[in-house]
């Protein structure tokens, strides 16, 4: 018999983009509506570099939240050529900074104050090593020539895992992965290494970038890959491994930045996220492995208590809005105008 309807500990979500301003006040709540905290990427413009600028940021959030929300924002930092030993001391020592990010740079949305040469932070890393700061990273690799299906496992290969080996105490979290080598690698490693998965790697494959034109709001980075990295992801959060936790790099981009000639990457599933998931996971069969993945796993590698309330997803189809207010425009959610099997029916 089909499972009607499920109770897990409020989730988390490790990965997540919020903006600044008032795109961000308009869609802060979504996520503050389901999940009880979320690790906040650092790449606006300018960057969040420092600890002052987290608590900043994280300040300016807070303010946004709705009345009564008890969602709590957990921050990271933005590496930089600039960083230092002495900020990651500062940040290890802050309650609010959780981990400090990675982009190579010109990867992906405002990734331009990245990091072209790992060798130039090793330092850095060092320091993160000592003081047990994790490492978030962007995991696609920047070489000219590389085909775009092609850069997170070039990157895994060539610079990941020389990388872990050469700080083998250092937490690292290989975030949104996309392919059966991502898997292979992680689940491979020592259990300092982790990583997250979105929703729409669980649910879509590169021919959803193609289905009847051009799909701009299924244009991401990392991008869709084939259906047999999609089942190989699906296949590994079946398995229940708790290296691999829900982290959804929702990243809203206002319309216009979407249909333009050289749009933006970055899906919007903030509204929609967690009954994306049990879609997912109800798909690999494994409906009994969503509470590890959404609220357990998290919590236990970045070494914070598992929430005491509770979420229920009730299997109920509904409508997905066509667009959200995002500062003085619109932002287009992943599956927009069509519907979701699962409903978040109750929260706190």
Not at 46 to 63: H, N
Not at 110 to 119: C, E, I, K, P, T
Not at 178 to 191: C, I, K, N, Q, S
Not at 274 to 290: D, I, N, Q, T, V
Request: aromatic share 6%; net charge negative.
């Amino acid at each position: 018999m089909a499972t009607a309807a499920l109770t897990i500990p409020r989730p988390d979500d490790w990965h997540l983009h919020l903006r600044d301003g008032a795109p961000m006040r308009a869609v802060v709540g979504h996520t503050a509506a389901v999940f009880g905290r979320a690790i906040v990427m650092p790449n606006l413009r300018p960057p969040v570099e420092t600890v002052a600028q987290a608590e900043a940021y994280r300040a300016r959030i807070l303010e946004a939240l709705p009345a009564g929300s008890r969602f709590e924002p957990l921050m990271t930092l933005y590496l930089t050529p600039r960083t230092t030993a002495e900020e990651v001391a500062r940040a290890a020592a802050s309650p609010h900074v959780h981990g400090i990010k990675l982009y190579p740079a010109g990867a992906t949305t405002n990734s331009d104050a990245g990091v072209a040469d790992l060798g130039g932070i090793e330092a850095v890393l060092a320091a993160m090593e000592e003081h047990d700061l994790p490492l978030l990273v962007h995991g696609e690799s920047i070489e000219p020539g590389i085909d775009v299906f092609d850069r997170e496992a070039v990157f895994v290969e060539r610079q990941l895992a020389p990388l872990c080996e050469r700080f083998p105490r250092l937490r690292v979290v290989l975030e949104h992965i996309t392919t059966a080598d991502a898997v292979e690698f992680v689940l491979g490693a020592p259990p300092t290494v982790a990583a997250t998965i979105t929703p729409q790697h669980l649910l879509l494959d590169r021919n959803a970038l193609f289905d009847g034109g051009i799909r701009p709001h299924h244009w991401c980075l990392p991008v869709l890959k084939r259906r047999r990295h999609r089942e190989a992801l699906l296949r590994a959060v079946a398995s229940g491994s708790p290296k691999l936790f829900l982290g959804t790099d929702s990243a809203p981009h206002e319309v216009g930045t979407k249909h333009a000639a050289c749009g933006c990457a970055g899906i919007f599933s903030a509204p929609l996220a967690l009954p994306l998931y049990a879609e997912a996971f109800e798909e690999a069969g494994a409906l009994h492995a969503l509470e590890g993945f959404a609220s357990r796993h998290g919590p236990a590698f970045y070494r914070l208590p598992v929430a005491t309330e509770t979420v229920t997803l009730r299997r109920e189809p509904w409508s997905v809005s066509a667009s959200y207010p995002f500062g003085e425009g619109h932002v287009v959610p992943l599956r927009a105008g069509g519907t979701v099997a699962w409903r978040v029916e109750s929260a706190p």
